[in-house]
């Protein structure tokens, strides 16, 4: 049963264009909230698992690639924030001047290193792997016009041995995502966020 919110509530948008698994579990950590709210979920693929995934919420999903159809339904659900998850796309640069401090995005590794144009996904976690180094983690950061560059909100480190696979490094990274990604976003949205990082 989906708890009735209050009138102002605090309304997320959440931009995927995977599997969904960040978005099933930040839908599943507010549903319990009063003041807030995921609105609506919005994909620029078909036919990939976030939709199928999340067919079981009472969350409007929408599949469309063009940001100013992206901008109505953003509007009619009265959206406050965007939370990005996995969403494999540049936005452009009106989109985020006009929710400018307003777009959060997860990256499954310690930025500023290994971000930017095609590091996402498998390709982040196997380019770490073969660096070498010996820490990686995620990182939370504000949105704008350029890959990875915005303020980084939150960042947790964990050390990575060297039996590790890139798989293995996958999978404990994800864990941080599914951990602190909904608790960041809380403090993000009710303003009692403050720079966060975590060993």
Known sequence: MRIEKLENAINIAIFASGEGSNAENIIQYFEPFLDANVACVISNKENVGVLKRLRRYKVPT??????KEMDRILTKHKVHYIVLDGYLDKIPINFCKKYMY?????????????????????????????????????????????YNTG?????????????????????????????????????????????????
């Open 151 to 199: 303020k980084i909100i939150f960042q947790k480190i964990i050390k990575i041995i060297p039996e590790d696979t890139w798989q293995d490094i996958k999978s404990k990274v994800h864990e941080l995502e599914l951990k602190f990604y909904p608790l960041v976003i809380e403090k993000f949205i009710k303003g009692t966020y403050k720079y966060l990082y975590e060993r």
């Open 102 to 146: 307003k777009i959060i995005n997860i990256h499954p590794a310690l930025l500023p290193r290994f971000g930017g144009k095609g590091m996402y996904g498998d390709n982040v976690h196997q380019a770490v792997k073969k660096s070498g180094v010996a820490e990686t983690g995620i990182s939370i950061h504000i949105v704008n016009e350029e």
């Open 62 to 67: 929408y599949c469309t690639k063009w940001y």
